[in-house]
C-alpha cells in the first residue's frame, strides 16, 4: 500500500515495491517541474539511454560503464564494440553455480581485496547473515583488505589451513595490499604443512587480467574473469560476488542480481518524474543550490545495513568526487561527503549536529517494514526502532521552538525516506542499484565521468619512495622531488 500524500506534488514514489518518499526535502511543485526540466536539458534521459547501450560513456577511459550486464539475468544481448558480451557473463553463471555444487569439507574462506573488490561483498555477507532463516553453508567468510597485520593475524587465528580456500580478488592483480597480504596467507598456508597441490587447489582468483593472477601461481580453471568496463566499486555483481554464492547458494546470488536488475529496468524505462534514481538525484541537487551543502548522512534504520553507508561513501566520493567535468572545465557541484551508520545507534553519536549544527546535512533515512529476526521481541523491538526513523525525519523537518536558545530545533532539515518491504537477497540488490544509478544521475547532472577515479593513484606513486626511505632504516632522509621537507622529517623521526 502506498504511503499517503503529503503535499501538493505527491512525494511517494515506488519501484521493484521500494517506497521513495521525499516529503521533507521541502521541495515545491514548482520547484520539482523546474528539477526535472533542468533533467532533460541535462540529457540525462539521453545518458540513460547511452549507459544501458554500452557506448564509451567513460570518456577518460574511451570504454563503457556497464555493470548493468552483470545483472543482466534475461540474457538480452548486450552489445560492446559489436560483441555481445552476455554468452560470457553467462559462462561465469555457470561456473559459480558449479563452484556453489562441489565445495565439500570448506571450513574457512579468505576473500583478500581491497576497496570495490571488498566492500560490496562484505556488505551482502554481513546484511544477509541477519535475514531470518537464510540457507547457510557454515562456511566462516574472512574479509581481508587492510595491509595492516592486524586483521591478517586475527583471520589466521581463526582459519583452518588444511580446509581453507583463498579468494584473490583484484581487476588489476597489481594492487598492492592485496597481492601482498596473498603472499602472507599464502605463507601461513605453507608454513601450516600443506603441500603444493593443496594450495594450488585452494587458491582461487578474480580478476581482469588473467595473466598476471596465472603468474602468481592460481591455477587457469579457478581464475574467474571479469571485464574493463566493469568498475571496481560497480563490481560486486560479477564474480567478485562469488562469496555470496559461497555462502549463501547460487540460488541467493541470482536472487541479489534479480533485485538490481528489477531495478534496472525501472532506471531505464521510468519517466523522469517517476524514476526514483533521477529524483534521488534531482533532490540532493536541490539541498546544494538552496544550501549549499557540503556533505550527507545515509541512516540505515537497520542493523544489518550496518556496512551500507561505507559500500555508499566509496559509491559517492570515488564516482563523483572531482573537481573537472567531463570536458577538463571547473565543476560547481560534485559529491558531498557521505556518512552514517546504523540507526537508532547513530542518534547517540552525531544527531546532535544533524539536528543543532550550523550546517544543514541532508539525510536518507533507510528503513524496512519487517523485522530482522524470529525473536519473541522481535515486532515489539521493530516498531521503537521504525519509531525513532520517522521520529527522527520529523523533528529534523519541522524543529522546535523553545523559550533558551540552547533548547531550539532550527528545523527544514532535509530528508529522503527509503522503505525496504523486508530485507533479503532481492532488495539489497535492488538497494545498491538504487544508489548506484543515483550516482550515474548525479554525475549526468554535474556534467562528470562518474566511472574513473585518477585521484586515488597520484598517493600510491608517492608511497614507493617513501617505503624504501623507511625500508633503509637511514635517519639522514633529505627533500627530494617524491618526499618532501616534512616527509623526509617523518622518516627520520620513524627511523630514529
Known sequence: ???????????????????????????DAKTWTNLFAHARQSKVEQFIADLFAGRHINVSEDRPALHSALRNLSKTPVVIDGTDVMPAIADVWRRIEALCNTWAGVT?????????????????????AHVPGIESRGMRMHFLANIDTAELARILARAQPHSTRVIIVSKSFTTLETTMNAKAVLAWLSQSDCS????????????????AAKEFGVEENNIFPFWDWVGGRYSVWSAVGLPIALQYGFKTFQQFLAGAEAMDLHFRNAPLEDNLPVIMALALLHQQETHHI???????????????PKWLQQLDMESNGKSVDRDGKPVKYSSPVVFGSAGSNAQHSYFQLLHQGTDIIPIDFIAVRQPMSNRPEAVAHHRILLSNCLAQAQAL???????????????????NLVL???????????????????????GALWNINSFDQPGVEYGKVLAKPIEKALASGAHDITASDSIDAITAARINFLNS
Open 1 to 27: 500500500m502506498p504511503l499517503p500524500s503529503q503535499s501538493a506534488s505527491n512525494p511517494t514514489h515506488s519501484a521493484v515495491d521500494v517506497v521513495l518518499d521525499t516529503a521533507y526535502q521541502g521541495i
Open 108 to 128: 574457512d574462506i579468505i576473500h583478500i581485496g581491497i576497496g570495490g573488490s571488498d566492500f560490496g561483498p562484505r556488505l551482502a555477507i554481513e546484511a544477509l
Open 196 to 211: 603444493k597441490s593443496q594450495i594450488a587447489r585452494a587458491l582461487y582468483a578474480v580478476t581482469a587480467n588473467i595473466p
Open 294 to 308: 557540503k556533505s550527507y548522512a545515509a541512516i540505515p534504520y537497520a542493523d544489518a545495513l550496518d556496512w551500507f
Open 397 to 415: 523537518a519541522n524543529g522546535k521552538a523553545a523559550s533558551k536558545p540552547n533548547d531550539v530545533y532550527p528545523g527544514k532539515r532535509p530528508s
Open 420 to 442: 525496504l518491504p523486508k530485507l533479503n537477497a532481492y532488495y539489497l540488490g535492488a538497494l545498491l542499484a538504487l544508489y548506484e544509478n543515483r550516482a550515474a544521475t548525479l
